[in-house]
């Protein structure tokens, strides 16, 4: 079983449409986040859940909108896709209890809008 | 604000051979941690080693070592006898922690190692 899964792994799509990506973790972790890595590799923190309630809200254009049904899964909606919204996106699980903090990061999620 | 600087866009090395990434912070937390992780042309995020801001012995995973000077603020990364498949994108990242739980990594903008025959 893959740890932290995400769907779609790969997604090509038109300007203006609205698209989700979808992440799943079995580790039991308490916080899941999303991370931004743009054409230049620069990986950039967007979104942070603990425990379903929203922690980090970074500087990111409303059109996105990350949500937490639950504690293992995270999803990422964008509306009205920009080209600029070109991506790879990743999906990373921390535990609170974990002395490290380390992030447990997806495959990523090809994003390519045209 | 935390910062990370890797000075360092691409790095090249003889297999074999030993390479040291550059990375130096800036942060005003007294505690925080370090990590490097690795980037292969596959995508995929590696976690390779962590530094605490607080332990006392450079932290060590085989062939990866963690030179941490904090007065200097730097923690470089040292991979003795380069192979082939080191040939990857390095990041380094700096954790904070969060009020209500959370860590948060902020990551440089990495070093694109090449090891040559």
């Known amino acids: 079983d893959t740890a932290v899964s995400q769907t779609p792994k790969y997604l090509v799509t038109q300007m203006g449409n609205d698209k989700s990506i979808k992440c799943e973790q079995n580790l039991g972790h308490d916080t899941m986040y999303w991370y931004k890595q743009d054409s230049k590799k620069f990986l950039k923190i967007m979104f942070s859940?603990?425990?379903?309630?929203?922690?980090i809200n970074e500087t990111v254009p409303n059109r996105f909108s990350p949500k937490s049904p639950d504690k293992a899964h995270l999803n990422l909606h964008i509306n009205s896709l920009e080209l600029g919204d070109s991506a790879v996106y990743f999906c990373a699980t921390s535990s609170s209890g974990e002395d490290t903090g380390e992030l447990f990061f997806g495959e990523g999620s090809r994003l390519t809008v045209l | 604000a935390q910062k990370i600087t890797q000075t360092q866009p691409g790095m090249f090395v003889q297999e074999k051979e030993a390479v040291t990434l550059d990375c130096t912070y800036d942060?005003?937390?007294?505690?925080?941690?370090l990590f490097w992780y690795k980037q292969p042309s596959s995508g995929e995020m590696i976690f390779l080693i962590y530094q605490g801001s607080y332990d006392e012995q450079n932290a060590t995973e085989g062939r990866y070592s963690l030179n941490f000077q904090k007065a200097r603020k730097s923690a470089n990364l040292v991979i003795s006898a380069s192979q082939l498949g080191d040939s990857a994108m390095y990041f380094c990242?700096?954790?904070?922690?969060?009020?209500?739980?959370?860590?948060?990594?902020?990551f440089g903008t990495g070093t694109q190692l090449k090891v040559e025959l």
């Open positions: 859940y603990n425990n379903k309630e929203l922690i």
């Open positions: 990242a700096m954790r904070e922690g969060l009020r209500g739980g959370g860590n948060k990594l902020t």
């Open positions: 942060t005003s937390d007294q505690s925080y941690g």
